[in-house]
């Protein structure tokens, strides 16, 4: 049993680390306080390869492996969790659903541009009634007859996409009629930024991750050939399970990097911040917030690390991706808060980061699959009963 | 066009952690091992050149190092050369800079090489001697602080736009020739992820000093003409004075500072 990272992922962490820390540091605040999107950032890591880590190179990608693709999402979150928010809905819901059924073709117009960082990629499942119950999707796609196989015509809305207005290509589910047993079908299409009826409605304002974009899809009438259904018509519901349990991953290594940020903020802190004439740190109060940090963020790297080599292992993952993102999302909101805590005032104040990464370490709870979600998978799995 | 770039593994300037063990000698396992950062400007213009000139060329990495040394290798192989020569050998242990040069001049010896690229110096010894001595042992034009590097390979001459105290000496010499590389020739480029990838398949060819056809007792840290007798930490920096305000109120702060100290 090796726990070492490999050297090449050794390698890749450091280079990671040493671009965020160098390049891209220095214009996380104007950017977080403008809540302005990253192009320039995104941009100079494509050319780096960082935009198709797991994809394979004949798809563009740089053809690592899932371990790979945490431990870069970790560091990028260490710096900046809106830039790692970005690489990974892009790479996991942009690229994966491409990746794991799109055919040829697609794969040639869509994937490759994606995944060697030309064009950045969105996933748009979200809508405003259907959030945790995704089967509750409103947009619908119908068949209209045409030549080449005709032209699906979309109607209906996206809430809470990530990269919304920024990406190139868009990959959205639609409902596409019901099966017999009058459950609902969803299908899975490629829909290009420019395509006619398609548009990105409001941005929305958050709570953290303010230079990462999130908004609604606004479909009315959007039109887009016969050739753009992705996988099998019916296959779509299958294929976001599928592609979700991939991206828990990676928010998993996001949450890790935001708690291990606070961690990395707070020990200079409470070695150097003096009150009653010595060191915080030396108080049991403070020490032990951050020896609960320092043990968590551990376990929760493990956990991230297990489910990353359990898929690249090629073994089910699905329970180990659950368990890694549900661990790893609580930890950060607590590894997050107890630096507040730790800073004391200046923890609350925009003069430190850690309020940054408190608010940043929320979401990590909701997107891909809130913790509720994630217990209820895990509960599945390991009661075999269908608990609601 | 075939280019060497020398490189060496030094302890990470950026952990602070850099010591000496009780033999005066650098502790290397105090610290990870990073490429030295005057080097990585040097195969960055090694870099560069090959790929105005793809024809033919290549980079290969030279260093006397350690066992441990392709594991810092493989960064500067990330970024784009070629591939590596490590000498080592456990009588090299304490080797001072002439034993260091004689050692690489008898790898270069084995190598067909257009340019040697050195960086002016490494941040763990300082000597920056090293990359003269080699083109001493070799016989090599020796072109120092380079702030720019222009080959002309059907002339078979490189011009070394050289760092002086008064600005440039322009320098002229037939290749084959050893030059001493600043910073000045442009910031080392971030190895990609293909280019981490495609490391790993390339070779770092290891030399004995048996391969390189040298005695054992001529180099090494037991005819080492250097010898550390103490070191000192020098005292930790003062206080940092930040001046605020108009410019003008600026610099009546800066110059009363200057003055105050009798700088001037």
Sequence with gaps: ?388 | MRIVVLVKPVPDPASGGERLGANGRLDRAAVPAVVNGNDEYALEAALKLTAAAPEGSEVTLLSMAPASAPETLRKALAMGATRGVHVTDPALAGSCAVSTAKVLAAALKQLEFDLVLAGVDTSDGLGGTVPAAVAAYLGLPFLSYAARIEPDEPAGTVRVRRISPTGYDLLEAPMPALISCTQALGEPRYPTLKGIMAARSKEIATRSLADLELDPSTVGGAVATTQVLATKVPPARGATEVVRGTPDEGATRIVEFLAQRRII
């Design chain 1, 1 to 388: 049993m090796d726990l070492d990272l490999p050297t090449e992922h050794q390698l890749l962490r450091d280079t990671i680390r040493d671009f965020m820390t160098s390049e891209v540091a220095p214009v996380v605040d104007q950017h977080e306080r403008e809540r302005r999107f990253p192009i320039e950032i995104v941009r100079r890591i494509g050319e780096l390869g960082w935009l198709g880590i797991p994809i394979p190179e004949d798809e563009g990608g740089a053809g690592l492996d899932t371990l790979a693709y945490a431990v870069a999402i970790e560091e990028i979150g260490r710096v900046w969790g809106s830039l790692g928010l970005i690489v990974a809905a892009h790479t996991s819901l942009g690229c994966g659903p491409l990746h794991l059924v799109g055919s040829a073709e697609q794969k040639q117009r869509y994937l490759i541009p994606m995944a060697s960082g030309e064009v950045i990629g969105a996933y748009g499942l979200t809508e405003p009634g259907a959030g945790s119950d995704s089967g509750g999707t409103r947009t619908i796609a119908r068949l209209e007859e045409g030549p080449n196989g005709g032209t699906w015509v979309i109607d209906g809305g996206k809430r809470f996409i990530t990269n919304a207005g920024h990406a190139g290509t868009y990959i959205v589910t639609a409902k596409t009629g019901l099966r017999d047993d009058g459950s609902p079908e969803i299908s899975a299409f490629i829909v290009p930024a420019d395509t006619p009826g398609f548009s990105v409605g409001r941005l929305e304002e958050k709570l953290g991750l303010h230079a990462s974009a999130t908004g609604e899809l606004v479909f009315s009438g959007a039109r887009i050939p016969a050739a753009n259904l992705l996988g099998e018509r019916g296959d779509g519901f299958r294929t976001f399970l599928r592609i979700l349990d991939g991206g828990r991953i990676s928010i998993g290594a996001l949450a890790v990097g935001l708690a291990q940020a606070a961690l990395d903020a707070s020990i200079p802190y409470a070695r150097t911040r003096e009150q009653f004439g010595r060191p915080i740190g030396t108080f049991q109060g403070v020490a032990f917030m951050i020896a609960d940090m320092a043990t968590e963020i551990e376990a929760a790297r493990q956990l991230v690390w297990r489910a990353a080599w359990l898929k690249d292992q090629g073994r089910d993952y699905g329970l180990a991706a659950a368990q890694a993102k549900l661990f790893a999302s609580e930890v950060s909101s607590r590894a997050t808060n107890a630096a507040i805590q730790v800073h004391g005032g200046y923890g609350y104040v925009t003069e430190y980061p850690v309020e940054r990464f408190f608010r940043d370490a929320k979401l990590t709870e909701i997107g891909e699959g809130t913790s509720q979600i994630q217990r209820l998978v895990i509960a599945r799995r390991i009661l075999g009963l269908r608990v609601v």
